[in-house]
């Protein structure tokens, strides 16, 4: 076997977003802009001589190729052992879970989470650090700056490996070695989540429907909960991960998740439903005729997450991404604890969980996790769940409404305007930070305006600033609204509008969503202009 040098030219595009480089996967095909993409990755890692890395992807459509390819790229660049998943399969958490346990360098993860797969779908590359969490500002950065002065890549040449077969095989002057995707994972679950209660509670007849959407957690969730815990067969379904996600969009929401969401609301609802997404990173979670919103979820877990083994000694704070409700801050101060409020993206929590300041962090876009891994965690979020229901043996809705009792209630929900014009929503921004000074005192019907800014975080552990964050506007009646564009889209500009208004009167908890932010929408609109701005009436995603 031998390393070749390949003479490459830049492309202008491979700058990594929120969650590394995602692309059309016709926009990935492109001779050459694989390569170049991980010779830059590769080029930006100290210390790879030698070292461990991790590969492996959400199955999607070009999974395997591009995980052929990133062996081989990896071999010629002194990486001395490849540990990847078997099938080239593993999910987010789990990659995150293996660089972790095995003191890998980093990982490479091949994914584009809830966006849809198949050959016109997306397709996504992402480098996570020795810690296990997506690679900081400081990294994508460099790696960009490598992808904008490349002139080769090193490859080694070989055949494509056998993926589906344990074991180790040499490739180049490297070890790979095709791992069980699901056992390292599964055993870090043991250490955290009370299996004998959660399988006591199954024994009882409990019921679940978990919706893998035909995506990576199908072989996961199938393990732990119907071999492991001993959930019924066909508990697990949509198990079998396909390149294009049957055609499906594998993002665990209301809208997306239109089958489970019946089921839930239908005459034979379970006990419980959840469902995870692309990449197994996201969950959601429903109750019985009760969506629970991923801001109150991680209220809710963090209020009862000390039932759970791996939480029994209490949290050490928690945090948040700006843009979800403050429920989890309410718990926050009953508890004693801190919470942190930090910009969009996972990567923001790495340094409050590597610094021990943080146990459990969440966001409104359907993600939740703790200090086990660095990355969110749609399964682990689930089996917590599981724990606090066998625990408290109430169901599910009645642990959120008395969450809503005991806390009041962060009634939200977040409008998207997809596939809008960029420069429209560019412009509208602008507009709104150009607009925020003028905006205290003044009063939107029967809500005022407190105070109005861009949000700018600076890192407690670090001392680094990241601006320009999302607009966010607070109302003297607890009530908030907060603009962003969204940085994961491949299409145009997606604008999202996050609305919320605080409740603490019980008789009013029920009152339905819309009508309790109608006044909250309106102000929104009459302060951004969103219509006249983007031509939008109307959002094209509630959730
Ligand atoms: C990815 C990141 C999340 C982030 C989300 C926001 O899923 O992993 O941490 O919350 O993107 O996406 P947006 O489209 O709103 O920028
Ligand atoms: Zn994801």
Not at 30 to 40: I, R, S, T
Not at 119 to 126: H, L, T, V
Not at 509 to 515: K, M, S
């Amino acid at each position: 076997m031998t390393v070749r040098t390949v003479p490459t030219t830049p492309f202008p595009d491979q700058k990594p977003g929120t969650s590394g480089l995602r692309k059309k996967v016709p926009v990935f095909r492109q001779p050459g802009y694989v390569e170049n993409f991980l010779q830059a990755i590769f080029d930006s890692v100290e210390g790879r001589k030698g070292a461990t890395l991790v590969v492996g992807g959400d199955g999607r459509f070009l999974n395997r190729e591009v995980v052929q390819t990133t062996l081989r790229i990896a071999a010629a660049n002194g990486f001395s052992r490849i540990l990847v998943g078997r099938g080239g399969l593993l999910s987010t958490p789990a990659a995150s879970c293996v660089i972790r346990k095995h003191g890998a360098i980093g990982g490479v993860v091949l994914s584009a989470s809830h966006n849809p797969g198949g050959p016109e779908g997306d397709f996504g590359i992402k480098f996570n650090t020795a810690n296990g969490g997506p690679a900081p500002e400081s990294v994508t950065e460099a790696i960009f700056a490598r992808t904008q002065s490349l002139t080769a890549y090193r490859i080694v040449e070989a055949d494509d490996l056998d993926l589906d077969r344990l074991g180790e095989v040499r490739l180049g002057d490297a070890t790979v070695t095709v791992i069980d995707p699901v056992a390292d994972y599964a055993a870090l679950m043991e250490t955290l989540i009370d299996f004998p209660r959660v399988a006591a509670l199954f024994a009882s007849g409990f019921r679940m429907r978990f919706d893998a959407m035909s995506a990576v957690t199908g072989p996961y969730a199938r393990e732990i909960l119907e071999r492991r815990l001993g959930a019924p067969a066909g508990t697990v379904v949509n198990a079998e991960p396909l390149p294009d996600f049957g055609g499906h969009h594998p993002d665990p929401n209301p809208v997306h998740a239109h089958d489970l969401m019946a089921l839930m609301t239908g005459p034979d609802a379970p006990d419980f439903g959840a469902a995870s997404d692309g990449d197994g990173d996201r969950n959601m979670i429903v109750a019985r005729n009760l969506f629970v919103t991923p801001s109150d979820s991680l209220a809710i877990l963090a209020a009862h997450a000390h039932v759970a083994p791996g939480y029994a000694g209490g949290l050490a704070g928690v945090a948040r991404s700006m843009p979800t409700s403050r429920a989890v801050d309410r718990v926050a101060s009953k508890l004693g604890i801190p919470a942190y409020e930090t910009p969009t993206g996972w990567k923001f929590f790495g340094n409050l969980l590597d610094a021990g300041r943080i146990t459990l962090c969440g966001e409104e876009s359907a993600g939740t996790g703790s200090n086990h891994v660095r990355e969110k965690d749609g399964l682990w979020a689930v089996l917590l769940w599981l724990n606090v229901l066998a625990a408290t043996g109430r169901p599910a809705a009645e642990i959120v409404r008395e969450h809503w009792r005991r806390f009041g209630r962060d009634v939200y929900a977040r409008h998207d305007y997809e596939e809008v014009d960029a420069a429209a929503a560019e412009g509208l921004m602008e507009a709104l930070r150009g607009s925020l000074a003028a905006l205290p005192g003044r009063s939107f019907g029967p809500l005022n305006v407190e105070a109005a800014d861009d949000f700018a975080y600076t890192d407690p552990v670090d001392g680094s600033v990241t601006r320009r964050q999302g607009v966010r506007i607070l109302f003297r009646e607890d009530a908030r609204v907060v603009f962003r564009l969204s940085g994961t889209g491949t299409v145009g500009a997606t604008l999202r509008v996050y609305l919320e208004r605080f409740e603490p009167d019980p008789a009013r908890h029920d009152a339905p969503v819309a009508e309790v932010l109608a006044p909250v929408v309106a102000a929104a609109e009459a302060i951004a202009g969103i219509a006249a701005r983007t031509g939008r009436h109307e959002p094209s995603v509630i959730t």
